[in-house]
């Protein structure tokens, strides 16, 4: 008993300390950006992330609290199938977090090798004219 309140203890406090910093890093993205794309995939991760910490906080209340639940039965079963679907919906949210954050930063590399080849072109095409038959210092 004491072990599991040690544990929810534990998970409680990390579920509000994320609660916080994930408050603080969308304030100073809102602050900061201006891209509207960014923008939009900051303010759904915000609601992933914080949907998460919140589950985290009740699954540590239920760790604390579920083996005080011994009657009626099927309140026990429905219970633990309850914390169970919390669960997997916060495994849900950590996936969805993971595919978002990689086809966010997938098109952001897009973009930028796009502009890094239109440079290098651009480049070439200088280097090409400023020589012009003429050799100038390389």
């Given at each position: ?27 100073r993205t809102k602050a ?107």
């Amino acid at each position: 008993m004491l072990s599991s309140a040690i544990v929810s203890g534990v998970l409680l406090l990390l579920a509000a300390v994320l609660m916080l910093l994930h408050m603080r890093a969308w304030r100073r993205t809102k602050a900061n950006s201006t891209d509207v794309e960014e923008l939009d995939y900051r303010g759904r991760q915000f609601r992933r992330r914080m949907q998460t910490s919140a589950l985290l906080g009740i699954l540590a209340l239920a760790i604390m609290f579920g083996p005080m639940i011994r009657e009626p039965l099927w309140f026990v079963a429905v219970f633990w199938l309850g914390v169970l679907l919390i669960l997997a919906w916060v495994a849900l949210l950590a996936l969805a977090d993971v595919v978002a954050t990689t086809v966010y930063f997938g098109r952001l590399r897009a973009h930028y090798l796009t502009e890094q080849a239109k440079l290098q072109l651009q480049l070439r095409r200088a280097k090409r004219c400023r020589g012009n038959g003429q050799s100038g210092p390389e």
